[in-house]
């Protein structure tokens, strides 16, 4: 009796571990679960029939509408779009009674004096920099220096020399938080009108 109660349990027992271990494994046993996958789908949309002859048509119609573009571009390909900055250049520049004086180079001493100029005005910029920088460098060491000193001197003079000052920096803002309402004013509802202009060839 002991030795079928002992096999029971023994059975008990590697199917309890079997059920554990190998969920995803079918079997015969009927002890046994069986769990699958869990599967993110849906049964795929029926596609809606078309006439074939609409479809033709709206192919068709696609196809004039791009070859109407076409010859519209080609009739107006010499045209090029308008700059509002420089409108009228071209009336200018066909004006021959007007003087342009890039066209008329320097002369050569004229060049050369000028690039000299340059490199003496360089040259002074340098120098200038220079000067400032250590300056600022002379200035820096003095303070470094001093603060050692005076904190070999005392502690608490050292720490009120090093500690921010508010008092140098005042800032004093008087008003209303909030900007004050406009008397009888009627809040805009989102229209606009349309000022872009529009050239011939432009594709929209």
Known sequence: MMSVLNMTNAVLRSSLYSVNTVRSISTCNPLYFRATE?????????KKKMDPAVIRAR????????EKRIRY???RSHYMKPIDEIDGLFDRLKDETRSNHLTSALPFEEIERRRRLHLEWTRYKQVEWMKDIQAIKSVMMSQETALRELKAASIELYKKAVEIDDSYLPYNA???VDTPPIKDYESPDGEYIETTVKYPGEIE
């Open 73 to 75: 571009l080609e009739k």
């Open 38 to 46: 869990i599967l993110m789908g849906e049964p795929l949309k029926k």
């Open 174 to 176: 008087t008003g209303p």
């Open 59 to 66: 192919e068709e119609r696609k196809k004039r509408k791009m």
